[in-house]
């Protein structure tokens, strides 16, 4: 049973399609891109952390050298 429309229900339909598959190509669209965000504030996060402990480490050795220094000229 196939039912016949007329030719502006034919051109609604026509339209509503077309429109629907933009909004869901759009949503498709911002979902990957919070995913691509997301991924990007990730790695910046690791690699900020990872920053701040070479800092950390990096003064802890400086400090713990000039320590030694005094220690060794108070030593003379």
Do not use: P, W
């Amino acid at each position: 049973m196939t039912q016949t429309h007329s030719k502006s229900r034919q051109q609604a339909e026509i339209a509503f399609g077309n429109t629907q598959t933009q909004f869901f190509s759009r949503n498709h669209a911002v979902a990957e891109m919070d995913s691509l965000v997301a991924a990007r504030e990730t790695k910046t996060q690791r690699l900020r952390q990872a920053r701040l402990a070479k800092d950390a480490d990096d003064i802890a050795r400086a400090s713990a050298g000039l320590i030694a220094m005094r220690a060794r000229k108070s030593d003379l």
